[in-house]
């Protein structure tokens, strides 16, 4: 009997802990399939990461696994009825990565803001335009900032958009379940009922939640619509949640002034409508990889793996 199957990147501390921890690490990175469904059967433990789909085919004759773990927040590539259906633990490494998302948030609503990236994209051309045509901006302070998932990551961005002296509106209808529980009593954040509300009233909007059928394209055309013109919208949670080409009408017909995208609906997203759009930043799902988050997901979960197969 195996230990750890490990078939997705994970720092190289977290393997450490597990084989320090007395837990025999098998490497499968880079196996195809067939190769990881053989190797399974003597496992009792999978350690994946988001992305990489873990369901019924995979793990059919995987009858000593008692715990499937993601160095990653997010799990909407597991499939999570069948894994509870069959008794088995499933970790995922929640927290690990909650201040470099917050962080990017923060960074994005003043780019947008400020408009840095146009002003860097023309320096970079050459362009050094007159003091009275340079992009004007605007600041950050006192603007009304609307948090869609109020969760672990939706509430240190709370904390962090507050320090700038703006209102905090968020919406969560799962709000009992926060993480940061000291937000709710305090004035910090207001709590609206409806997502319409939330849209109508926010200069800048920030999505913090997971892919779930409820949360699929949460965001389209509709949306868009009950927003400011002025105000911008930005993705951090999955790309499904926003419906693509509904957000790249609402930029290229400037319903809305513009948006910040980390995640897609399809990725790699060499080919997403939002490419090219001058109002959209975008970057290839960066928000969670700074090299101190990958550390703190795989050795938050490679310790709840060791905590389980120890105890």
């Known amino acids: 009997m195996s230990d750890v199957l490990v078939v997705a990147p994970i720092h190289e501390d977290a393997l450490q802990l ?5 837990l025999g690490v098998t490497d499968a990175r880079g196996k195809s399939p067939d190769e990881v469904r053989e190797l399974l059967k003597t496992h009792r433990a999978l350690l994946g ?15 000593n696994l008692r715990v499937v773990a993601v160095g990653s927040v997010g799990m909407d590539s597991l499939d999570l009825p069948y894994l509870y259906s069959r008794g088995l633990k499933v970790f995922n490494a929640a927290g690990g990565n909650r201040n ?44 009304t900032v609307g948090i869609v998932g109020l969760g672990d990551i939706g509430s240190l961005a709370a ?8 209102t905090v509106i968020a919406y969560d209808p799962y709000v009992r379940y926060v993480y940061d529980a000291s937000l709710r009593p305090t004035p910090m ?10 849209l109508r009233r926010s200069d800048l909007i920030t999505v913090h939640v997971p892919l779930t059928d409820e949360t699929f394209h949460m965001f389209s055309a509709e949306q868009f619509k009950q927003m400011k013109p002025t105000a911008f919208f930005m993705n951090y949670s999955r790309g499904k949640v ?10 290229e017909t400037q319903q809305i002034a513009g948006a910040a995208i980390d995640v897609f609906e399809v990725e790699p997203a060499t080919d997403s409508v939002l490419l090219g759009l001058p109002n959209c930043i975008v970057t290839p799902h960066i928000a969670g990889v700074p090299r101190e988050a990958m550390r703190r997901l795989g050795m938050t979960v490679a310790q709840r793996i060791v905590n389980e197969l120890t105890s």
């Open 18 to 22: 597990m084989r320090d921890s007395g």
């Open 159 to 166: 904390r962090l958009f507050s320090a700038f002296e703006t």
């Open 242 to 251: 926003v419906d693509e080409p509904a957000l790249a009408d609402a930029l």
């Open 189 to 198: 954040v207001e709590m609206v009922r409806t997502l319409d509300e939330l």
């Open 49 to 63: 990461r988001a992305g990489v789909k873990i369901d019924d085919e995979l793990l059919a004759e995987a009858r």
């Open 100 to 143: 470099a998302v917050a962080e990017l948030a923060v960074g994005n609503a003043i780019a947008l803001l400020r408009q840095t990236h146009k002003a860097n994209t023309d320096l970079h051309k050459g362009i050094w335009p007159a003091m009275f045509d340079r992009p004007p901006g605007n600041e950050l302070w006192q603007k």
